[in-house]
């Protein structure tokens, strides 16, 4: 008997168990094989349209390029000019909701000209970036990571995006495109990542282990290793030129003191000080002053201690910041872009404001109901800062009034009183006492003569500007 058997309606199967490799069917002349319905419509759509397929994908690429394209209507005003003195923001412009955990951290674009975008970081595994400044819409959604993203920065040039994850990876990501440019593992639950702050190709990972790893994004190696006997680091932070940075760990035991805040040189990766910090508390978040050469360090004492940034790093012991609580959570700290403001979050739900020259604390803000997390100072826009918390909000505020459109008001106010320097001249010559349709100003004396009708509108005039001041 053959080895081969031919079973009608069966694939030929060989005694060696191997299946022959199929023929193609031909169809029978005069033949059209069958074709759904839905297909057919489909085919006849495209032929009738073929641009329409290309222009929906040109849509798409157009949306995207727009992330960093557009320029808010609200921060525009304020680019030509020079920030002005930092507020404090005491009303809610717009919550949002859009994270299903805690969101750990919240930053501001450090371009003047995108800085309406606000990124945000979660225990969900993604990361997002918001137009915070005027729609409150979510512009990307970030999925790089399998593990809750823990720590995450804008480069600054502002088109791409730093990230630290459990699970032990560190992600540079295109903010268009939304794809990883770079991916890296650390082999260690990341924590805290930061980029040198004079080559941004460069930048730290610290988290559950007992070294920083120094990363060139260039050749994706490790350049440089720094070794604590630790358990995990919970913040780094570079000090002013990128020459030496400070490491805080969750050190606390006994005899402990020189290894809660570690002083590192970059390059030669030794240690410079460990004899910072001589109290019992952990550090979770580190804040360096954009102005003094002092950086600030938040403690699980419910205070923050201000330190020098200079050798040997002293601390100052006469001033604290105190009002506010930590109780283990990882709230941070952030100053405002002229260093005049300190604000904290808290984990009694609430934003707090001191002022950095004597520690008074300015205002306090009821933000959330869950733990505040982050209290990020809007780099342009005055009075302007986001906050989020443990339940996953995210919250706007502002100043209750328009700083820059009363700036205006009170400035046409004064032109209105100013007169002519013609007029001046014949005031000069003037003795007491005024004629009779005269308007005494004391603003701008001696008085200066108008007709009836100029002073009642001058008065109207200024009425109205006062009153919309008013309202502001």
């Excluded at 727009?66 to 000019?81: C, G, M, N, W």
């Excluded at 729609?135 to 791409?160: E, F, I, M, N, Q």
């Excluded at 009363?406 to 002519?420: G, M």
């Excluded at 100003?441 to 009642?456: D, F, L, V, W």
Aim: glycine share 6%; with cysteine; proline share 6%.
């Amino acid at each position: 008997m053959s080895s081969l058997q031919t079973v009608p309606h069966m694939p030929q199967i060989r005694s060696d168990g191997f299946k022959p490799a199929k023929r193609h069917q031909t169809h029978t002349p005069g033949v059209r094989p069958y074709i759904p319905k839905r297909q057919r419509l489909a085919t006849s759509v495209e032929a009738a349209n073929p641009e329409s397929q290309a222009d929906q994908v040109q849509g798409n690429q157009t949306r995207e390029s727009q992330i960093l394209s557009d320029v808010s209507a609200r921060v525009k005003p304020y680019l030509p000019h020079k920030p002005g003195a930092a507020g404090i923001p005491r009303r809610l412009l717009m919550n949002l909701g859009g994270h299903q955990g805690p969101v750990n951290t919240v930053q501001w674009c450090p371009v003047p000209r995108i800085s309406h975008l606000l990124l945000s970081a979660s225990m969900d595994k993604t990361y997002k970036v918001w137009d915070a400044a005027e729609s409150g819409r979510c512009l990307r959604v970030y999925s790089c990571h399998s593990g809750a993203v823990r720590d995450a920065c804008w480069t600054p040039c502002g088109r791409h995006l730093l990230t630290g994850s459990f699970d032990n990876t560190a992600v540079i990501t295109d903010v268009e495109t939304g794809q990883p440019v770079v991916k890296l593992d650390n082999q260690f639950k990341v924590m805290c990542v930061v980029l040198h702050p004079s080559n941004p190709e460069v930048f730290l990972c610290g988290g559950y282990s007992s070294v920083v790893k120094a990363w060139d994004s260039r050749c994706r190696k490790v350049v440089n290793v720094y070794k604590a006997g630790i358990q995990q680091t919970l913040d780094i932070l570079f000090l002013r030129g990128g020459v030496d940075f400070i490491t805080s760990s969750d050190c606390v035991s006994r005899d402990s003191a020189d290894r809660t805040l570690i002083a590192w040189d970059f390059q030669t990766t030794a240690r410079l000080s460990n004899q910072i910090y001589h109290e019992r508390f952990t550090c979770p978040s580190l804040a360096l002053h954009p102005l003094e050469e002092s950086f600030v360090a938040q403690t699980n004492g419910d205070y923050m201690a201000v330190f020098s940034s200079q050798q040997p790093y002293r601390m100052n012991k006469r001033r604290r910041y105190e009002g506010h609580k930590v109780e283990g959570y990882a709230v941070q700290c952030e100053f405002s872009l002229d260093g005049a403001i300190l604000a904290s979050g808290s984990s009694t739900g609430s934003a707090h404001f001191y002022d950095y020259h004597n520690a008074r604390m300015l205002h306090t803000l009821p933000a959330h109901s869950q733990p505040c997390l982050r209290v990020a100072q809007h780099p342009v826009l005055p009075a302007t800062a986001a906050t989020c918390d443990w339940a996953g909000e995210i919250k706007l505020r502002a100043s209750q009034r328009n700083n820059k459109r009363k700036a205006d008001i009170c400035q046409n106010i004064a032109r209105s009183f100013q007169k002519p320097a013609s007029q001046q001249q014949r005031e000069r010559s003037w003795e007491k006492g005024a004629p009779t349709g005269v308007m005494v100003n004391s603003i701008t004396q001696p008085p200066h003569r108008i007709s009836e009708r100029t002073g009642k509108d001058f008065c109207l005039q200024t009425k109205t500007m006062c009153d919309s001041l008013k309202k502001m």
